[in-house]
């Protein structure tokens, strides 16, 4: 099922937590809705699912306008951040819940199947009859999305799959979601805060900030060319260095960067701590080394400029510089963007 | 008091760790800091190496050494006034709570069992416990339909008003019930202001069970809204929503999932509210008309026989009384229990 | 644009949020509140005055009922104050420590909450009557208790026993015994502690508890009627003389007393709601609140300490 959102505008009592976002998932996509907290994200996905309606603009199931449909005909599958598994009723019952209060009748024998071919589904056989409350946080996550597949759902919506899950469970987790999802082919939509799960699970990541869409592509295209400052800090540590740009070419301490597209006036230079080369000497931007950082496969290096810009900078462990140390910096796969002010 | 003794020269070791440090860093010792923002957390530069461990590991360290002499009861014993708090509490509830329960179970016990049974099953005993238990019920299922309503719509609904209705579902709690007892006689008399109309319709109130009824419900009609309210307040409203979303409609979800988390409150709110209009005596003794065999409660029956000097028949019916209580607070109790159930959020 | 705009803070309907069914709820529960609650509180107010405000004034400066209300006012100044002393020290003793014994002593201080009024009365009758514990060595050194004002704060304090505890104990069960510790540590006295660390984050909740614990005093009838011997003039409390001078058939004489204590209740009310702003009276288990002024629960936050 293809969902499109044409200008959907959201307001809560004064605050405005969707300016006019247009955005269209082709069937059987997975996207990820990325951003900061209080970016719109969750309240877009909610008004996809009819928990929220918009205040303007409308959002289209295939062809269909869905924007005045009841949540509880909406057809969604919808998985909560903290998973709303129903407490007084066991696994099973909460897996089959939505097939007893369906208007298809089903018999119990069916229902029954049914629920034990999603438990199988998610790898919980044989927890049919816990409670939600005796089973673990990751065992809840996957409970929570069998019962939203036991609808037979249009539409999959996931707000923070794994935002309550230890680091490990998480990997684990997402990609098993991707796997069922490439199983099963139904149009997903997930809301995450973290770069890195949007980047592992989805076909497009949608990156929002207040309330807008600052950039939407597949993960290669935001990785690589990320269209604004936003974006590029958003999806990992980046270093920012004042420039001026003339002509198309930006200038940072006398050292000039291809800027094409970028107007005339301040600038800034943006590059990934990976993308850097210290010489003791030669061309590049004059630097002084702060201080050195040990991890486990690699050092981070602080620096400073000889104008007082201070950047950070990976290098392998094997780096024999230390403090105090002077040099140069050459920076790969520099990206310049008008200066925000 | 060895144990207090203690408490209070650990408490001066650690002062005078912290005075020593005080000493070195005062006397120009070298305590060592960072030297840059990134070299160590502000904690480490705070405070110096002295202090930090007495706080952390010492402290740790000596707990478990008075644990290990004093036994687990005691390990805790670091604040002061447990002898005074617990001797205060201890003979309060002996002298003002256990002391009369006990004189009056003694009194009923040195009947012997021949004579109180006699007392106990007497035709007029038996009547008033029927009719006791009886309104009790009908009150509680009248408060079950109506406290609930109430707590839904003052959790559930804004509207003119609803604080007021929130804080007067408190006031058969905080009048007194002779004042209630009056109040609801006069309302409810052939020539009062509800009792006319009921009248006309042929129905009788005052000096009837019905009256009886109406006391109990009234004297008890914040336990089911007051037990079930916070209940209703803290649902966690992604479960409606995930009902919603499931395809359920309003009675589904108000069924299967809303009333089953609310079941135990519920529960804990009737049994509360019954028990309460077991006991119940001021209001009821205005409005019943205190005839033996019809409208005379168990509470007025250990009363009067208490008028008629026969001390024997009323410890007898007290006693079966305070049984009733017992009864009623271990079942109160199980419920309570059981409603802790579901309360890891799921 | 496919939709013309919508009003504002459109949101889809909770259950239960229909307008037929909002509307006709909220006015069902209206009348009946009205009903059941509002209307026995203003009968007391017109039928105190049905007479008159003359008669209503010569009705409470009547020289018995103002005994009765001077004997309502020692009682609770007497009786509260004891009732708050014990409250604290026993929240004190059973939140900072652990002792053996601990879950029992809850329980023994909830029990007058299930108690009727009545039993309680009787049951002090068989301690300090003539025929009670007491009674032979009371009488031979010439001491009244029953049928006399110590009487009557016995009761009270029976009756009333669990209401400031049950206030504090959930709350500083919650608060923990770290401010204690802290400041035991610094080298505080426990009075001292006490005062400067304990008392502020309570104070609330302990003025809630002396509020209700003030009014089911002044209010109490059961266990005073059963120990005070309802002497016109001597050992009536106000409730015991709205009984008698309604039994005199002087019914607007007996509202006139009953809206003083039907003020009382109103004000307790107000100031209920008040500390309540102020957080009290809020700490307690969801599903195990008890209510406001009576009931027999006593909750504690540790969940260890569940009765059995």
Redesign the interface.
Same mark, same amino acid.
């Given at each position: 099922m293809k969902i499109r959102l044409d200008t959907i505008v959201k307001t809560f009592d004064t605050f405005r937590a969707v300016h006019g976002v247009s955005l269209e998932i082709e069937s059987g996509e997975l996207v990820a809705l990325l951003g900061p907290s209080g970016s719109g994200k969750t309240t877009i996905l909610r008004m996809v699912a009819g928990l929220e309606y918009p205040d303007e603009g409308a959002i289209f199931f295939g062809e269909e306008n869905a924007t005045d449909i009841e949540v509880r005909h909406r057809g969604v599958g919808f998985v909560f951040q903290h998973y709303a598994l129903f407490p007084h009723m066991t696994i099973g019952e909460n897996i089959a819940f939505g097939m007893k209060v369906s208007k298809t009748r089903r018999s119990t024998a069916e229902i029954a199947e049914r629920v034990e071919e999603l438990l199988r589904l998610v790898q919980l056989d044989g927890l049919k009859d816990r409670f939600p409350a005796q089973i673990s946080g990751g065992q809840r996550q996957r409970v929570a999305l069998a019962r939203a597949l036991a609808v037979d759902p249009k539409v999959l919506l996931l707000d923070e799959p794994f935002g309550a899950l230890d680091a490990n469970v998480r990997r684990d987790l997402r990609r098993w979601l991707r796997k069922i999802h490439e199983d099963l082919g139904i149009t997903t939509l997930f809301v995450t805060h973290d770069q890195a799960e949007a980047l592992d699970l989805a076909d497009r990541v949608v990156i929002l900030d207040k309330g807008r869409i600052v950039q939407a592509g597949t993960p290669e295209e935001v990785c690589r060319a990320p269209d604004n400052a936003f974006v590029m800090n958003f999806l990992g540590d980046a270093n920012r260095l004042r420039a001026t740009v003339t002509a198309g070419r930006a200038s940072v301490n006398e050292i000039l960067f291809d800027a094409a597209g970028v107007p005339d006036g301040p600038a800034e230079l943006f590059f990934r701590p990976a993308d850097v080369i210290w010489r003791e000497e030669g061309a590049g931007i004059p630097a002084v080394i702060l201080r050195v950082i040990d991890r486990p496969d690699s050092k981070r290096i602080l620096a400073v400029t000889a104008d007082g810009q201070h950047v950070e900078f990976d290098t392998a462990p094997e780096f024999p510089f230390r403090m105090q140390a002077r040099g140069t910096l050459e920076i790969l796969r520099p990206k310049v963007f008008a200066a925000s002010t | 008091m060895p144990k207090a003794a203690i408490?209070t020269n650990f408490?001066a070791a $650690?002062?005078r760790r912290r005075n020593l440090w005080k000493t070195e860093a005062a006397a120009g010792h070298d305590v060592p800091r960072g030297f840059?923002p990134?070299a160590a957390s502000p904690l480490t530069i705070d405070e110096g190496p002295a202090l930090r461990p007495v706080t952390d590991r010492r402290m740790a360290l000596a707990r478990r050494a008075i644990q290990e002499i004093r036994g687990?009861?005691?390990?805790?014993? %670091?604040?002061?006034?447990?002898p005074? *708090?617990?001797g %205060? *509490? +201890?003979v309060? &509830?002996a002298v003002? &709570? +256990?002391?009369?329960?006990g004189?009056?179970i003694?009194?009923a016990a040195s009947l012997g069992p021949a004579d109180y049974w006699t007392i106990v099953s007497s035709d007029r005993a038996v009547a008033s416990y029927r009719v006791t238990m009886l309104c009790a019920a009908a009150a509680t299922a009248f408060n079950l339909v109506?406290g609930m309503?109430?707590a839904? &719509?003052i959790v559930?609904?804004r509207?003119p008003?609803r604080?007021i $209705?929130d804080?007067?579902?408190?006031?058969?709690?905080?009048?007194? @019930?002779?004042?209630?007892g %009056?109040?609801?006689t @006069?309302?409810f008399a052939s020539n =009062?202001?509800?009792g006319g109309a009921l009248s006309a319709l042929g129905l009788k109130v005052a000096y009837t069970p019905l009256g009886i009824i109406v006391a109990m419900?009234?004297t008890s009609?914040?336990?089911i809204?007051? #037990?079930v309210?916070? $209940?209703l307040?803290?649902l966690?409203?992604? +479960?409606?929503?995930?009902?919603? #979303?499931?395809?359920?409609?309003?009675g589904?979800?108000?069924r299967? &999932?809303?009333l089953?988390?609310l079941f135990?409150?519920l529960l804990?709110g009737l049994s509360?509210s019954f028990?309460?209009s077991? =006991?119940?005596? =001021?209001a009821i003794i205005?409005i019943a008309g205190n005839q033996p065999y019809e409208t005379e409660i168990t509470?007025?029956l250990?009363?009067i026989r208490?008028e008629e000097y026969d001390?024997p028949a009323?410890?007898a019916i007290?006693s079966v009384?305070?049984m009733a209580?017992?009864l009623?607070?271990a079942i @109160?109790?199980i419920l309570? #229990?059981r409603?802790?159930r579901? @309360?890891?959020? =799921? | 644009m496919a939709t013309a705009p919508k009003p504002r803070n459109r949101r889809p309907p909770r259950i239960g949020e229909k307008p037929i069914f909002r509307n006709g709820l909220i006015a069902i529960v209206l009348v009946l509140v009205l009903l059941v609650i509002v209307a026995p509180l203003a009968i007391i107010g017109v039928q105190a005055f049905s007479k008159g405000a003359a008669f209503f004034a010569k009705s409470i400066t009547d020289r018995d009922t103002a005994h009765a209300i001077w004997m309502t006012a020692l009682t609770a100044l007497i009786a509260v104050p004891i009732n708050t002393v014990f409250g604290v020290a026993a929240a004190w003793a059973i939140t900072k420590f652990d002792f053996p014994g601990r879950r029992l002593l809850l329980v023994v201080i909830e029990i007058p909450f299930s108690v009727s009024p009545i039993v309680a009365g009787v049951a002090y009758l068989f301690v300090y009557g003539l025929q009670g514990l007491f009674g032979d060595a009371l009488q031979s050194a010439d001491m009244k208790i029953l049928f006399a004002l110590p009487g009557i704060v016995l009761a009270s304090l029976f009756v009333t026993a669990p209401f400031v505890a049950r206030e504090l104990i959930p709350l500083m069960q919650a608060q923990g015994r770290d401010l204690e510790e802290a400041a035991t540590s610094l080298g505080a006295s426990g009075w001292r502690t006490f005062f400067s660390v304990t008392l502020p984050n309570i104070k609330w909740a302990l003025l809630y508890g002396v509020i209700l614990c003030n009014a089911r005093v002044m209010g109490e009838f059961g266990a005073v009627s059963v120990v005070s011997g309802n002497i016109r003039g001597q050992t009536n409390t106000l409730p015991l003389h709205i009984e008698l001078l309604y039994h005199d058939y002087n019914a607007v004489g007996a509202f006139a007393a009953a809206s003083i204590l039907a003020s009382l209740a109103i004000v307790t009310l107000i100031a209920k709601v008040a500390l309540e702003r102020r957080g009290a009276g809020r700490v307690r288990r969801p599903a195990l609140a008890g209510p406001g002024l009576a009931g027999p629960t006593l909750e504690t936050t540790e969940p260890g300490m569940s009765k059995p």
């Open positions: - | 408490s408490t $650690v002062d840059h990134f687990p009861a005691l390990a805790r014993r %670091i604040l002061p006034g447990l005074l *708090t617990l %205060i *509490t +201890l309060y &509830v003002i &709570v +256990l002391l009369p329960l004189a009056l003694f009194k109506f309503a109430l839904w &719509v559930r609904y509207f008003g604080r $209705v804080a007067l579902v408190d006031l058969p709690f905080a009048l007194p @019930t002779a004042v209630a %009056i109040a609801l @006069t309302l =009062g202001w509800f419900a009234f009609l914040p336990f809204v007051r #037990t309210q916070p $209940v307040e803290e966690d409203g992604a +479960l409606e929503e995930a009902a919603q #979303t499931l395809g359920a409609s309003d589904e979800i108000f299967k &999932v809303l089953p988390q135990p409150a804990a509360l028990a309460r077991l =006991g119940e005596f =001021g205005f509470a007025l250990a009363f208490l001390y009323s410890a007290a009384m305070l209580a017992f009623m607070l @109160t109790n309570q #229990t409603a802790l579901y @309360t890891v959020k =799921g | -």
